[in-house]
């Protein structure tokens, strides 16, 4: 399947909505992929590289559960993950974003003890939460040449990772919480949030 640049909408009421099997070829190219269930079932997202992938639930109580670790790719400026509405489960499941991480107001996401790696190579990303359900467990920069910027708090439940590329306020005003850990990889990326918005590293007591 060679997907264009057309917006592929995946509208079934549970299960898996779209496979790749063992000797098909699914090529992304800038097209976007939109998970929107009318029922209240659970829909499995096929993992696979993607270029845009939203997850929005409409009207319906819908969740989604992820079957493999799932990417948006770097090509074009980057593919976006959007969870508009709805809840994703990661399922024991890492996920890469060549683009923008977007989470609405109605998303919630289940990351249990996974990581979400943000690794574009361009500038001008942002790590959008306007959701307090949505957090991080391990969060990674790690992308030669890319910058991103926090909207609303961005707030990371463990561990914390800047080994390339920078984050600053470019094109946000956000914060950073973390409750984790704060290092660099391999090597250090830059933050640098002086302008406006702040980054917090919360420590137990004790």
Do not use: E
Request: hydrophobic fraction near 35%; include cysteine; charged fraction near 5%.
């Amino acid at each position: 399947l060679n997907a264009g640049s057309h917006n592929w909408f995946l509208t079934k009421n549970g299960g898996t909505p779209f496979r790749q099997n063992s000797t098909g070829v699914f090529t992304p190219k800038t097209s976007t992929f939109t998970y929107q269930p009318t029922g209240t079932s659970t829909v499995t997202a096929t993992g696979l590289i993607y270029h845009h992938l939203t997850f929005d639930k409409t009207a319906a109580t819908a969740s989604f559960l992820l079957s493999a670790a799932t990417t948006t790719d770097t090509l074009s400026g980057g593919g976006n993950f959007s969870i508009n509405n709805g809840t994703v489960d990661v399922n024991a499941f890492d996920i890469t974003v060549g683009g923008n991480w977007f989470a609405g107001s109605g998303a919630t996401l289940t990351p249990g003890t996974r990581t979400v790696t943000m690794n574009a190579t361009t500038t001008g990303h942002t790590v959008t939460q306007n959701s307090t359900t949505a957090n991080f467990n391990n969060l990674i920069f790690n992308g030669s040449g890319g910058v991103w910027s926090p909207v609303g708090t961005v707030k990371v439940g463990a561990d914390f990772t800047i080994t390339a590329g920078t984050l600053d306020n470019t094109n946000g005003t956000g914060n950073i919480v973390v409750v984790g850990n704060v290092a660099c990889g391999g090597s250090c990326g830059t933050i640098n949030l002086s302008t406006c918005g702040t980054f917090m590293q919360q420590v137990a007591v004790g």
